[in-house]
Each structure stands twice: as C-alpha cells, then as structure tokens.
C-alpha cells in the first residue's frame, strides 16, 4: 500500500514537474523570440511596453505598502484638478482618458468610476463613453502600427494564425461581450484588436455598443461612492484627507478585483483557450484539406 501510495505521489509530483518545465520553456522561447531580429522602429514598442510594464508594477508595490495610495493619486491628480477647472474639467477627462490608455497603467475602469463620482449618472455615462471611445481608438491604432511584429514574435507565428481564424469569425461578438461586461478590462481588448488587425468598423460598432452598457454601469458605481456634494470638501484639505480615507477600502475592492480578472485571464487563455483552439484549428485544417483533395480528384 505504501509503496502505491508513493508511486502516485510520484506521479503527481512528476506531472507538476512537466507543467512546471513546459511554462518555463514556453516562457523562455517567448522571450527569445520577443527580443531578437527586430527593426529598430518594433524595439521603440518593445521598450515602450517594457517601461509600462515596470510602473504597473511599481505602482502594485506602493499600493500594497499603503493601501490609500492608487486612491490618493486618483483625487489629487485627477479629481481636484477636474473641480478647480470646472466647465472644462470635461476635456482634461478626455485627454487622462486617452493618455491612461497608452502610457499610464490605471484601468481604464477607475477612471469611468470618477466619471460617476465626479458628475453623476447621466453626464458621467456621456462624457465616459466619449472618453472610452477616444481612448479604444487611440490604443487600436497604436496597436496597428507597431505592435503586430512583436505578437508574432512573443506569440509565435501558429498562435496568431489561430487567433486570427477566429477573430475573423467571432470577432464582433468578442469585442461587444469584452466592452459590455464591466469587469473585462478595456485597455487589453483594444491593444489585442490592433494587434490581429481587426476591421476598424467592426472594432468601432462592437466598442460603441458594449462602452454604452459598461459606462452606465461604472457611472452608475461612482455616483453611489459618495452622495455629498464634492465641491463642499474639495478646496479643504483636511475634508478631503477625511475623503480619502473614507473611501479608499471601495475603490481598492474594485482596483484588486480587475487585477485578479486581468491575471486570470492570461492563465485562461494560456493553458486552457489556447489549447482549445489550436486542437480545433488543426481539425478544421485537416477536414478543408481533406475537402479539397476530393475535389481535386473529382476534377481530374
């Protein structure tokens, strides 16, 4: 019995072992691929990703040391400035909109939360459409223009041939599905949709339809997050210390919650949907070869 017991132990442990040493592979052939044979314009995207993802990175470690921290950011530098520019607080939104997108690592989902706490429901559904509008577009072509040689690389050549067979087919209803659920994040969705060079008219109609239902619901959050009136406590500061630490524990539920989401996804699709598809691609390569040599045969 021990014996038996040690020997599935063994095999489990073993089995770990292969999945364990097939990550790290895939990891390390990735990274090779990522990093070698690239014109100089692809390495200026390499290095621009690198940098985005050092400071998210950075920012998880502040974060983690003080809890207040992504939140105090958030009202100082976006909120407080909003309130002091008042009527075209509505631009300097647009533009952290656009700029969050491509350079700052804050979901793009804390933002439209502002939006709500900031105007409310109905203006802060309108201008957050806009804003996401404006930024899906912006990070969609920056995508197109120089990011689709390092996905071939980091992905490898068969991975995108996939991704591209089903993106062709399914690609509206992802996009729309991704937009229209409130905890897919955003700013992935656009940068993978420039990546696999999706039809810039469907990529727009699918954003716009699933950005009405996601800003709704993010404006809708941030207008029950305080119900005072901000501009009462926005000018003192010890009122908005006091705000700060009232609210922070909400908005870092929500912060954690889309890192997790984020996170699990990209284990998803690695060990699970990849996988999937590539099986299915394969036997749909095969049936469509099969398919064609009878026909050829049925010609001669």
Not at 44 to 54: D, E, G, K, R, T
Request: contains cysteine; glycine residues 8%; charged residues 15%.
């Amino acid at each position: 019995m021990d014996s038996k017991r040690s020997s599935k132990s063994n095999g489990k442990e073993t089995e770990t072992e292969n999945v364990v040493r097939k990550t790290i592979e895939w990891l390390f052939e990735a990274i090779k691929r990522t990093f070698t044979g690239h014109t100089k314009n692809t390495w200026i995207w390499i290095i621009l990703f690198i940098v985005i993802f050092a400071v998210s990175v950075m920012i998880l470690i502040f974060q983690y040391q003080d809890e207040t921290w992504l939140f105090d950011k958030v009202v100082r530098w976006f909120i407080v400035p909003i309130f002091e520019l008042e009527a075209w607080g509505w631009l300097l939104f647009l533009v952290f909109m656009g700029v969050q997108g491509i350079l700052v690592p804050i979901p793009s989902e804390l933002v439209l939360l502002s939006s709500g706490l900031i105007w409310g429901l109905v203006w802060g559904s309108v201008l957050g459409i806009i804003g996401s509008m404006f930024a899906g577009i912006l990070t969609y072509y920056i995508a197109v223009l120089g990011g689709r040689p390092m996905m071939e690389r980091f992905l490898g050549q068969e991975n995108l041939d996939v991704l591209d067979f089903y993106i062709g087919k399914y690609g509206a209803i992802t996009i729309l599905l991704a937009r229209a659920i409130p905890i897919m994040p955003f700013d992935p969705v656009s940068y993978a949709s420039g990546f696999l060079k999706i039809k810039f008219r469907t990529y727009f109609i699918a954003t716009l339809i699933g950005s009405i239902i996601r800003c709704i619901f993010y404006a809708w959050l941030g207008s029950v997050l305080y119900e005072g009136d901000l501009q009462d406590i926005i000018n003192r500061p010890a009122d908005v210390e006091a705000f700060i630490a009232a609210q922070a524990a909400y908005f870092n539920t929500l912060f954690y919650i889309l890192v997790v989401v984020l996170g699990s996804a990209y284990l998803f699709y690695q060990f699970l949907l990849m996988p999937f598809l590539k099986k299915k691609y394969l036997e749909a390569e095969i049936v469509n070869a099969s398919n064609k040599e009878k026909l050829n045969q049925k010609g001669s």
